[in-house]
T-cell receptor, first 114, second 113 residues
Framework: AQSVTQLGSHVSVSEGALVLLRCNYS??????LFWYVQYPNQGLQLLLKYTSAATLVKGINGFEAEFKKSETSFHLTKPSAHMSDAAEYFC????????????FGQGTELSVKP | DAGVIQSPRHEVTEMGQEVTLRCKPI?????LFWYRQTMMRGLELLIY????????DSGMPEDRFSAKMPNASFSTLKIQPSEPRDSAVYFC???????????FGDGTRLSIL
């Protein structure tokens, strides 16, 4: 079955440290992949998307993600965390045979310590 | 540019009452999605439309839920009768085509007492 897994429901880093949020999907055909961020009491905002062009995708707020077909992964990184990055992050996958539906991971809450 | 607009932002009502949530998608977007978010179940897709036609409503929890899209610029999600377990944040999202990113509204926080 097609699925999306985010490893770690909660990640805590210090300000200035590397942020790494993990996302794996299960599919034999590379899908379209997205990362969204949700701040408290707000909707989901698109961070970045992979649509079969470059495997390293740059997004907003200094985030980037690398698509690795062999590992079926699309991990999100940021070299240096900022306090304002504290939020919930969702990986989402658009599988080709799902007619435009997004399958969301469970979400990872990122905390940033001063 | 105006994003996806949802109303109301907050709704508090008593059990048994009818609730109507509204959504205006981004102009030119052919796809519209309704989601529900709770702590227990995360983000769930309820139903989605393509060119105003419902494509997949398999996520609608039960017959008390219904959704319509009478035209390209408006959709409603209705719950009748409402129950306390329907309390959640309901999001509407739209996208221009099936492979594109979805754009989310700010959601409606629904509390059923």
């Amino acid at each position: 079955a097609q699925s999306v897994t985010q490893l770690g429901s909660h990640v805590s880093v210090s300000e200035g440290a590397l942020v790494l949020l993990r996302c794996n999907y299960s599919s034999s055909v590379p899908p379209y992949l997205f990362w969204y961020v949700q701040y408290p009491n707000q909707g989901l905002q698109l961070l970045l998307k992979y649509t079969s062009a470059a495997t390293l995708v740059k997004g907003i707020n200094g985030f980037e993600a690398e698509f690795k077909k062999s590992e079926t992964s699309f991990h999100l990184t940021k070299p240096s965390a900022h306090m304002s990055d504290a939020a919930e992050y969702f990986c989402a996958v658009n599988f080709y045979n799902q007619g435009g539906k997004l399958i969301f991971g469970q979400g990872t809450e990122l905390s940033v310590k001063p | 540019d105006a994003g996806v607009i949802q109303s109301p932002r907050h709704e508090v009502t008593e059990m048994g009452q009818e609730v109507t949530l509204r959504c205006k998608p981004i102009s030119g977007h052919d796809y519209l999605f309704w989601y529900r978010q709770t702590m227990m179940r995360g983000l769930e897709l309820l139903i989605y439309f393509n060119n105003n036609v419902p494509i997949d409503d398999s996520g609608m929890p039960e017959d008390r839920f219904s959704a319509k899209m009478p035209n390209a610029s408006f959709s409603t999600l209705k719950i009748q009768p409402s129950e306390p377990r329907d309390s959640a944040v309901y999001f509407c999202a739209s996208s221009p085509h099936r492979e594109a990113a979805q754009h989310f509204g700010d959601g409606t926080r629904l509390s059923i007492l």
